[in-house]
């Protein structure tokens, strides 16, 4: 039975992970009943995936508003919703509920969240409790955020948790084939924004090691650059001898190309929810090194094999990277367990579309 119209909303100014997600979610869904993306005006999903999008047959509209709490969001999104008819909507994120809940008052709206990061402070106040009332469904991406989100989320009377994996966007198609590492030299790559956080820093540090045992590496960091952190991030970067092994590339599109010719996918992130470049690299048979906090330990206990560092340790992260270079060196094959295993928690589609479905009307 076909679903009633679905607004898929991502508001992100960045193309992150959250974005990505978004525009997977909607073109997934599209096949099944009319999808509207809801966007913020002149971002790169608004810019750049409108006309793609729109081929496909999925309505974009974009919002153009200065401030979480707006006037734009409220009135805009109301006329959206009453000239599509929307019945469902699939909001990617936080920070406007304010906003969405005034717009969507008075409607018949099956609101469904998805969230994709980690919550740091309790939303149980009573502002917070009514923003949240509405929420029909809390959707997770991995087990650690549903216990966040059970420890910091106001669930209304109605509202229900639900965990859907989120599926990957170069399987099965990309998978490499099996071929002997060369590591002369040793290819570490870290896809990510280029955050606070997001691992970046600790990479290059720990990047000391090799240069002082004489062993050739590239380090390549793929992802755009948060601004605020722009100078630190610079700062770090000019700072160590090994400055010319470090290639910073920004936004890129070839990252399936970049994961099949890197050895070790280096990502000491102090918190994620389910990190969609860490699966990735999983699934194409990299060495993963990262932190043991949120959702990495989880990918251990499905059965991936990872190096993990205890949190924050940059001392032990060095030593996971050296023993990550000995274990290729003595594994020169991609690792075809994890290969395997992504393919089956990970794909196809079909799964996460069931799923969704599940809950829209």
């Known amino acids: 039975m076909k679903k009633q119209p679905t607004a898929v909303i991502s508001f992100g100014v960045l ?3 959250m974005e990505m997600d978004a525009l997977k979610l909607a073109k997934l869904l599209q096949s099944d009943m009319e999808v509207i993306l809801i966007t913020r005006a002149g971002t790169k999903l608004d ?8 081929e496909l047959g999925i309505k974009v509209e974009p919002i153009a508003f200065k401030s979480y709490f707006s006037f734009s969001i409220i009135f805009g999104m109301r006329r959206i919703i009453k000239k599509y008819k929307i019945r469902n909507v699939i909001f990617f994120g936080a920070s406007e509920m304010r906003s969405l809940y005034f717009a969507f008052l008075g409607l018949d709206i099956n609101l469904i969240i998805r969230h994709g990061m980690k919550k740091t402070t309790s939303k149980k106040d009573p502002f917070h409790r009514l923003l949240y009332s509405d929420v029909n469904w809390h959707v997770s991406i991995c087990e650690y955020l549903s216990k966040n989100l059970q420890e910091v989320i106001p669930f209304g009377k109605n509202s229900k948790l639900k965990l859907i994996y989120s599926v990957l966007r ?8 099996p071929e002997i590492r060369q590591l002369k030299p040793l290819k570490l790559l870290h896809v990510a924004r280029i955050a606070p956080g997001k691992g970046q820093v600790d990479a290059i540090l720990a990047c000391e090691a090799l240069h002082k045992k004489d062993i050739p590496f590239e380090l390549h960091i793929v992802g755009e650059v948060h601004v605020p952190f722009r100078e630190r991030f610079e700062s770090v970067l000019e700072s160590v001898e090994y400055r010319d092994s470090i290639t910073v590339h920004g936004f890129c599109n070839n990252v399936p190309d970049m994961l099949r010719e890197s050895d070790i996918f280096f990502y000491p992130s102090s918190g994620e929810g389910l990190s969609n470049s860490f699966i990735e690299a999983l699934a194409f048979g990299l060495s993963c090194i990262t932190y043991e906090n949120t959702s990495f330990p989880e990918l251990r206990d499905l059965g991936f094999i990872l190096h993990i560092a205890k949190d924050g340790d940059l001392e032990d992260l060095t030593e996971k990277l050296m023993e990550s270079v000995d274990y290729i060196r003595n594994n020169p094959l991609p690792i075809t367990h994890n290969i395997e295993l992504a393919k089956d928690l990970f794909y196809p589609p079909e799964r996460e579309l069931k799923q969704f479905l599940e809950i829209l009307v």
Do not use: S, T, V
């Not at 810019?47 to 729109?54: H, I, L, Q, S």
């Not at 170069?170 to 084939?177: K, T, V």
């Open 47 to 54: 810019r750049d995936c409108r006309k793609p999008c729109e």
């Open 15 to 17: 193309f992150g992970g």
């Open 170 to 177: 170069y399987l099965p198609d990309n998978l490499p084939e």
